[in-house]
């Protein structure tokens, strides 16, 4: 069975064809970073206009890469939050659009769904029960997925997502946007203790906070160039770029994996999956390979690709959430806000 899957949430509009949840027949991607790059972060307008001018195309080169029409597709599977909603507007408006046209079933995605569905297209063996360390750019989680369409949420950030923090850190430090690429590259040669960095637990939950640890390495990073100004010299000099980087990016993922490991042996579930952006980070990915070997889990990783935005996972999704009827018509909305669990229209 052919899901075409559409996702446009953020500053990539992309188009996929998967074959019966579990394969890539086609994965389409039109990215606009390189446009917000300049500006040090996506600006939503901008991302949005982009989209209008990507959507169509994309599609087109999605089916005909999967060397298919639009009448060999059983649904038509897209993103319908959350996200930026200019953007999402735009991948949702195609999908009703294509829907209304080819009288295809039109199914509604969980962004966050997808980021977990995107280890399906790459671990066939992989079936819920599991938990899932979900890592974005606006999201931070350890959730439960009961079903491949069931879900629980048992920590969440109260305040910055890892993939912001990241962000925020790397564009304060010179490095640019996306900042978690880039400090995962420039870690590689710095210290993880060069710097004594707060990691944050509550005392009656394992949820997360990553802003009192932006603030203390912008500290840092100040206190550094107050100095070089003082004696003439460069915070290059005083403390480097590297060290900022790394020791930043141990502290997010030392807190990730310390959680993920805790809720772990709570819940005794034996498969852990990384999902989202972040789990493209090379040290977060090491450490919990260290972890899922130490307590005899299994450890399912998104290949790097899939990590990050893509239409592949809302297909995968798609998929199981066709097999489970979920329908929307052509009233559906998208929404900016929505909790992975709940009904989308609640
Ligand atoms: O899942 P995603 O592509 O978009 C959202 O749904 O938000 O995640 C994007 C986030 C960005 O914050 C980006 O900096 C971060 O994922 N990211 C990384 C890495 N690659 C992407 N963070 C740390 N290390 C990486 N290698
Ligand atoms: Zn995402």
């Given at each position: 069975?052919l899901?075409?899957?559409?996702e446009?949430?953020?500053d990539?509009?992309?188009?996929?064809?998967i074959e019966d949840?579990?394969?890539?027949?086609?994965n389409?991607i039109?990215?606009?970073?390189?446009?917000?790059?300049?500006?040090?972060g996506?600006v939503?307008e901008?991302?949005?206009?982009?989209?209008?001018?990507?959507v169509?195309?994309?599609?087109e080169e999605a089916?005909?890469?999967?060397q298919?029409?639009?009448?060999d597709?059983?649904?038509?599977?897209?993103?319908?939050?959350?996200g930026?909603?200019g953007?999402l507007?735009?991948?949702?408006?195609a999908?009703k659009?294509?829907?209304?046209?080819?009288?295809k079933?039109?199914v509604?995605v969980h962004?966050l769904?997808?980021?977990?569905?995107a280890?399906?297209l790459?671990?066939p063996?992989l079936?819920?029960?599991?938990?899932?360390?979900?890592?974005?750019?606006?999201?931070s989680h350890?959730?439960?997925v009961?079903?491949?369409?069931e879900?629980?949420?048992?920590?969440?950030?109260?305040?910055d997502?890892a993939g912001?923090?990241?962000?925020?850190?790397?564009?304060?430090?010179?490095?640019?946007y996306?900042?978690?690429p880039?400090?995962d590259?420039v870690s590689?040669t710095?210290?993880?203790?060069a710097?004594?960095?707060?990691?944050t637990h509550?005392k009656?939950s394992l949820?997360f906070s990553?802003?009192?640890l932006?603030?203390?390495?912008l500290?840092?990073v100040h206190?550094?160039?107050?100095?070089?100004?003082r004696e003439?010299?460069q915070?290059?000099d005083?403390?480097?770029t590297?060290d900022?980087?790394a020791?930043?990016?141990?502290?997010?993922?030392?807190?990730?994996i310390d959680?993920?490991?805790?809720?772990?042996?709570?819940?005794?579930?034996?498969?852990?999956?990384l999902?989202?952006?972040v789990?493209?980070?090379s040290r977060?990915?090491?450490?919990?390979?260290?972890l899922c070997?130490?307590k005899?889990?299994?450890?399912?990783?998104?290949p790097?690709?899939?990590?990050?935005?893509?239409?592949?996972m809302i297909?995968?999704?798609?998929?199981?959430e066709y097999?489970a009827?979920?329908r929307a018509d052509l009233r559906l909305n998208?929404?900016?806000q929505w909790?992975?669990?709940?009904?989308?229209l609640?």
């Amino acid at each position: 069975m052919l899901i075409l899957g559409i996702e446009s949430s953020c500053d990539e509009c992309c188009a996929a064809v998967i074959e019966d949840g579990r394969h890539i027949r086609s994965n389409g991607i039109r990215s606009s970073a390189a446009i917000h790059e300049k500006y040090g972060g996506v600006v939503p307008e901008i991302a949005s206009r982009e989209h209008l001018l990507a959507v169509v195309p994309v599609i087109e080169e999605a089916l005909n890469a999967a060397q298919c029409q639009l009448s060999d597709v059983e649904a038509i599977a897209v993103t319908a939050g959350p996200g930026l909603i200019g953007s999402l507007l735009v991948g949702v408006s195609a999908a009703k659009a294509l829907a209304a046209a080819s009288g295809k079933a039109l199914v509604p995605v969980h962004h966050l769904a997808g980021h977990v569905a995107a280890n399906y297209l790459a671990h066939p063996e992989l079936k819920p029960p599991f938990l899932a360390l979900l890592c974005s750019g606006a999201h931070s989680h350890i959730i439960h997925v009961k079903t491949y369409t069931e879900y629980c949420i048992l920590a969440r950030t109260r305040d910055d997502a890892a993939g912001e923090a990241f962000d925020k850190i790397a564009r304060e430090i010179g490095l640019g946007y996306p900042g978690g690429p880039k400090i995962d590259r420039v870690s590689k040669t710095g210290q993880p203790d060069a710097l004594d960095l707060p990691r944050t637990h509550f005392k009656d939950s394992l949820d997360f906070s990553f802003s009192g640890l932006k603030t203390a390495v912008l500290n840092k990073v100040h206190q550094a160039e107050q100095q070089a100004r003082r004696e003439g010299r460069q915070r290059e000099d005083i403390l480097s770029t590297a060290d900022i980087a790394a020791s930043f990016q141990e502290a997010v993922c030392r807190v990730l994996i310390d959680h993920l490991g805790q809720i772990a042996e709570q819940c005794e579930e034996k498969q852990i999956v990384l999902a989202g952006g972040v789990s493209a980070n090379s040290r977060l990915r090491e450490l919990a390979g260290q972890l899922c070997k130490e307590k005899k889990l299994e450890l399912y990783l998104p290949p790097i690709e899939l990590c990050t935005d893509n239409a592949a996972m809302i297909g995968a999704q798609g998929y199981y959430e066709y097999l489970a009827g979920t329908r929307a018509d052509l009233r559906l909305n998208p929404r900016s806000q929505w909790e992975l669990g709940t009904a989308l229209l609640s």
